[in-house]
């Protein structure tokens, strides 16, 4: 079974960045579309950004375009979110979710995915 595992969250003051990994196991994440959500206290999972399985698309909510960036190594199994120039309302538990690609038709939908991590906490405060 696939396992995902977030990390590289934690405390950054705004403007600041941060790059958050998602590491998987269980199998090759060749054929997997992989996508960051984040869940801010009282608020829905919200979609984040996607990356294809073969690389040649990625996708981003609006509120992140421009500062965050997604790429994966397939050979190392994991993804990366990039983030830059963040602001207190990227304050949120993100989560890493993992589909096989050709299923996945609303890459922002939670429901699309069937393979989560626990998530990591990226707090921006001054």
């Known amino acids: 079974q696939l396992q995902l595992v977030e990390s590289g969250g934690g405390l950054v003051q705004p403007g600041g960045s941060l790059r958050l990994s998602c590491a998987a196991s269980?199998?090759?994440?060749?054929?997997?579309?992989i996508a960051w959500f984040r869940q801010a206290p009282g608020k829905e999972r919200e979609g984040v950004s996607c990356?294809?399985?073969?690389?040649?698309?990625?996708y981003y909510d609006d509120s992140v375009k421009g500062r965050f960036t997604i790429s994966r190594d397939n050979a190392k199994r994991t993804v990366f979110l990039q983030m830059n120039s963040l602001k207190p309302e990227d304050t949120a538990v993100y989560y890493c979710?993992?589909?096989?690609?050709?299923?996945?038709?609303?890459?922002?939908?939670?429901?699309?995915?069937?393979?989560w991590g626990q998530g990591t906490q990226v707090t921006v405060s001054s």
């Open positions: 979710a993992a589909e096989l690609a050709s299923r996945v038709q609303a890459w922002y939908a939670k429901y699309e995915y069937d393979y």
């Open positions: 269980g199998f090759p994440l060749d054929y997997y579309a």
């Open positions: 990356i294809s399985s073969s690389d040649a698309n990625t």
